[in-house]
């Protein structure tokens, strides 16, 4: 996406936030949903194995912890809901509260997470136009 696109996509999605929010309520719905892609682009390149094996270890009645932690590498975190941001977007008729209520509560070592968002110098996501 070049720069004229992305802004045009960044002033579009204003637009429509004007209508729901006020103005100084922008920051209550952007910035959460700014983390949640944040965390949405480290989390994708595990996220299909990660559920596989998910499923994998609990129809097996084993703890799946270990082994997503360690199938994440890096990242040190996982969430185990199958939504993300983009999927969400294409499928907006299928929204449910358990998606979203695991979506929102990641598993996994907070802390790591946290040091994320504190690395300034090794990033661990990388941005990507949403499909």
């Keep these: 996406m070049n720069q004229a696109a992305l802004s045009s996509f960044i002033w579009s999605v204003a637009d429509l936030l004007r209508g729901n929010y006020k103005p100084h ?3 209550r719905f952007i910035l959460p949903f700014t983390v949640l892609r944040r965390l949405d682009c480290v989390l994708a390149p595990t996220k299909d194995k990660m559920l ?10 084993i ?3 270990p082994f997503l932690r360690r199938l994440v590498g890096e990242a040190r975190f996982y969430n185990t809901s199958p939504m993300d941001l983009p999927r969400l977007l294409g499928d907006q008729d299928h929204i449910r ?3 979203v209520d695991a979506w929102l509560n990641p598993s996994g070592d907070l802390a790591a ?3 994320i968002f504190d690395d300034k110098r090794h990033p661990y996501y990388e941005h990507r136009e949403a499909a």
């Design 25 to 27: 309520e922008y920051g």
């Design 52 to 61: 596989a094996e998910l499923k994998k270890k609990t129809d097996a009645g």
């Design 63 to 65: 703890n799946p912890d």
């Design 97 to 99: 509260p358990e998606h």
């Design 113 to 115: 997470m946290q040091a």
